[in-house]
């Protein structure tokens, strides 16, 4: 009886531990916290390529893993100083020319960031769970995938997003984003994880736009500190100074 | 001088191939001018008559501070002068709007627009965009939109698609997933490239603001700024009623100055024609020296056949003026009825879009084209007269029968 006791007492324990494969939400969530990591310091170097040019860009970012974050740009000197701060909806970005920081209207979380594949939206938050209903289409045990369709009203003009991660461990693997006509226009894809603490934090990331051929963006994140971030980073002061 | 009547009337046929040159001459310049005011009045009012039915609104009613900055923070306090507004001296609709700055973006383009939240059965009262929709449908209920053809074309969005709008409300950033329900197409640029229509309780939910940024007045067409001078007095401090003069702006300006520089070009235009006129009738008499001769040498006094030559000028140049009347008045309420100007400038429509030109160009038609025209025939006569009558008082009969 102990030992029955035990091993529902571990059963439930996992349970806890792994979101179960039958609530499609909760193992959005699980991926989504891969995805987000948790609180942390890093460089990030981006490389943006089109037909005709590449630009590499480093970045110091500092994120809540939530929807808080904060970027300045170290290279290229043209760039360099430019930052950019995310709290909530709200946006701020700071031009060291001008020497003012500018409020974004809501409208720019959705404008691209540096002339790169990637939004400002990307950078930070947790639009997925919030805006998409996902459902479980398949699960080999190798690799689950989920389906998210839009809700009502959802501010998304994609018509579904297929997710593919790793079973069990809820790794991200690759985001394919569909038009409403069901053609995919942008791939992510996740890899060279990293083990932080209960989550398995994508290190590298790839936005590819399949409409355009040869516009792609590769961003790699390097010497990441991991734990948290004083409130103090995502404030404008730290936004024009540093933190 | 009944004689002299019957025989200028009869000259006036018997020398038919020269009567008739002057006939056209003269109903080709009044036609010329009557058709040139038609049209050109014609454009200004269909730019008027495009601002107030499509652009914008015949007459709107909103808060001082929302006319001097059209921010949603400034909004009508309350809604309570609607029902005032609907029993106003001309007007015959009101309809509640809620406009505010947006950024609407499909997965593959984003635009800035100036989204309009409408209440649906009522804005199809006060404005045209509804009556335009080329494919699908109005709105009807809330999560709907209603695009301008252009613009749907430009972020590649169709019927059935979602779109999201992103404002700012006061409550902080909204954004909201829309279906597109219908496209419209006016035929007037800025509204086609830019047209986006919400419901009004989306707009409400994005903006934050429970009231409506305006309220948009039906009134019948000529009586704007006498309708809004009649609402002004019903409505509560700290709020304006605009008449189509002022929605116009700085464009009513450039109106007045296109009809201001168009009076040279006018002038130019009867001078040309009153030259065309001049030039006939002198060379008609020119050629008639000799006959006119023989009519001395018989016993004609010289101002009697002078007085014969004015009667049958008046005579032909009437004909003419009347002919030119005929058909030039026939042209411009045609026109006035027929959207051809329109059909054949739309190609250039795309240059005046700032002007809110449509597509839609119908002449106008007003009495005084008439006096212009008859004015610069009366001239253009006069001056015909002045030079054979001297000439032929001055007549030598034995000289003049000389002349080949």
């Known amino acids: 009886m102990r030992i029955l006791s035990f091993l529902l007492l571990v059963t439930a324990a996992a349970a806890a531990a792994a979101p179960s494969a039958a609530d499609p939400q909760a193992v959005l969530r699980a991926i989504e916290d891969n995805r987000r990591g948790i609180a942390a310091r890093a460089t990030l170097t981006m490389t943006v390529e089109r037909p005709d040019r590449r630009t590499e860009y480093v970045m110091a970012i500092w994120t809540d893993g939530e929807d808080r974050g904060l970027v300045h740009v170290r290279a290229p000197a043209r760039d360099a100083g430019q930052a950019f701060l995310r709290d909530g909806d709200n946006l701020w970005i700071y031009n060291p020319r001008l020497r003012r920081t500018l409020r974004l209207p809501p409208s720019g979380r959705s404008e691209s960031f540096l002339g790169s594949d990637i939004s400002y939206s990307d950078l930070s938050g947790r639009d997925a769970e919030h805006d998409y209903t996902p459902r479980v289409t398949g699960d080999d045990g190798t690799t689950i995938v989920l389906e998210l369709l839009p809700k009502p009203g959802a501010p998304t003009p994609y018509g579904k997003v297929v997710v593919r991660a790793q079973s069990r461990t809820y790794v991200p693997l690759e985001w394919l984003l569909y038009d409403q006509r069901d053609q995919a226009v942008k791939r992510i894809t996740f890899s060279a994880h990293m083990r932080v603490e209960q989550r398995q934090f994508p290190t590298r990331t790839v936005v590819e736009d399949l409409l355009r051929a040869g516009h792609r963006t590769t961003v790699v994140y390097t010497e990441p500190r991991f734990g948290p971030v004083p409130d103090a980073c995502f404030t404008q002061r730290a936004l024009e100074d540093g933190c | ?404």
């Not at chain 2, 909201?176 to 419901?199: E, K, N, Q, S, Y």
């Not at chain 2, 700290?238 to 100055?257: C, F, N, P, Q, Y």
């Not at chain 2, 959207?339 to 119908?362: E, H, K």
């Not at chain 2, 025209?373 to 009558?389: E, G, R, S, W």
């Open chain 2, 1 to 404: 001088m009944k004689a002299l009547v019957r025989l200028a009337w009869r000259n006036v046929w018997r020398y038919r191939r020269r009567t008739v040159l002057l006939v056209l001459v003269v109903a080709y310049a009044v036609f010329s001018i009557i058709f040139f005011w038609g049209v050109n009045d014609g454009i200004i009012a269909s730019v008027q008559t495009t601002q107030a039915r499509v652009v914008a609104a015949p007459v709107l009613v909103t808060t001082a501070a929302y006319r001097d900055d059209p921010d949603p923070e400034h909004a009508l306090p309350d809604l309570s002068v609607a029902a005032v507004l609907e029993r106003a001296q001309h007007v015959r609709a009101a309809a509640m709007r809620l406009e505010f700055p947006a950024l609407i973006r499909s997965a593959y383009r984003a635009q800035s627009v100036l989204a309009r939240g409408v209440q649906p059965a009522e804005e199809q009262a006060v404005n045209a965009i509804p009556t335009h929709i080329v494919e699908g449908r109005m709105l009807r209920a809330p999560g709907e939109l209603v695009l301008g053809r252009g613009l749907a074309e430009r972020i590649v969005v169709r019927v059935g698609e979602r779109a999201v709008l992103d404002t700012a409300s006061l409550s902080g950033p909204q954004a909201a997933g829309l279906v597109v329900v219908g496209l419209a197409a006016t035929g007037v640029p800025i509204v086609d490239d830019r047209a986006v229509l919400l419901h009004l309780d989306d707009a409400r939910r994005l903006t934050g603001v429970s009231t409506a940024t305006s309220i948009a007045l039906d009134v019948p067409r000529g009586q704007e700024d006498a309708a809004a001078r009649a609402v002004q007095p019903l409505l509560p401090g700290g709020l304006h009623v605009s008449g189509l003069s002022e929605i116009l702006g700085a464009m009513k300006s450039a109106m007045e100055a296109r009809r201001a520089s168009s009076l040279p070009i006018a002038l130019i235009f009867a001078i040309i024609a009153a030259a065309a006129v001049t030039s006939t009738a002198v060379v008609n008499v020119i050629e008639r020296t000799r006959e006119f001769g023989v009519m001395a040498a018989l016993g004609l006094a010289p101002a009697r056949v002078a007085r014969l030559v004015v009667i049958e000028v008046v005579f032909t140049t009437a004909i003419g003026w009347a002919a030119g009347l005929v058909a030039g008045y026939a042209v411009v309420i045609t026109l006035a009825n027929v959207n051809a100007i329109g059909a054949l400038v739309s190609s250039y429509v795309g240059a005046f879009a700032n002007l809110a030109f449509g597509d839609q160009i119908y002449t106008a038609v007003r009495p005084a084209y008439a006096v212009y025209a008859t004015m610069t025939v009366a001239i253009a006569t006069l001056l015909a007269l002045l030079i054979p009558a001297r000439r032929i008082r001055s007549l030598q009969p034995a000289q003049a029968m000389r002349i080949e």
